[in-house]
């Protein structure tokens, strides 16, 4: 029998979020600009592994910079087109993205994207958006990258941190962070994130 009582605000489990980037994370890192979405592939098991992290309560938000627009390589309706291709694969597949935020612009791009801006990584604007708008708990949730522009911002803001080894493996510029877990690739994160004492399924 349904109770008629609405839960008291705050007394539900908190919302956890998992900030997966993009290019190198939840894509193979391409060689070159990525043009249509016929050229985009998944890494291997990572649909799977965000299908079973949505059934267990997860928040999932796509994340990162596409510096291909902001520095003038893509147009923006190419980009919009290939974004509104990987949110159908994922759909198709049982995958609910809450939100996806792809910053566009860059203080040192081309005309007319050269523009700093809040949700440009490693600024924190996209995650405490997603804690304003979607009542997300920072401390419980987890930005997952194979780069230390995304995982500095989780770190900014009080997030789990999680490294991939795929893509380039936190290899890149002058940025130090140590991730909280580093594993070969997005499924093993979240195997071991979802394994972890006081996983809520």
Known sequence: MQSPFKPIPGSGPPVRGLFVDRWGTLLEQPDGVVKTFDDVQFVPGAIDALFH??????????????????F??????????????ILEQLKAHGVPVT?????????????????????L???????????QTDGVH?????????????????WRAGTH??????GIGLADG????????MQDDLPAVLNEISSRRGARV
């Open 174 to 181: 002058p940025l130090q962070v140590e991730p909280d877990l």
């Open 121 to 131: 990584l490693p600024n924190t604007g996209l995650l405490y958006h997603a804690a």
């Open 72 to 85: 003038g390589q893509l147009e923006l309706e190419r980009w919009k087109a290939i974004e509104t291709g």
């Open 138 to 154: 920072l401390r419980d949730s987890w930005v997952i990258g194979d780069s230390t522009l995304e995982l500095v911002a989780g």
């Open 53 to 70: 992290a949505s059934q267990q309560r997860w928040n999932i938000y796509l994340i990162g910079n596409e510096d291909a627009v902001a």
């Open 161 to 166: 941190l999680a490294g991939v080894r795929t």
């Open 99 to 119: 939100r996806s935020y792809a910053c566009t612009t860059n203080p040192e791009g081309k005309p007319p994207h050269d523009q700093d801006s809040v949700f």
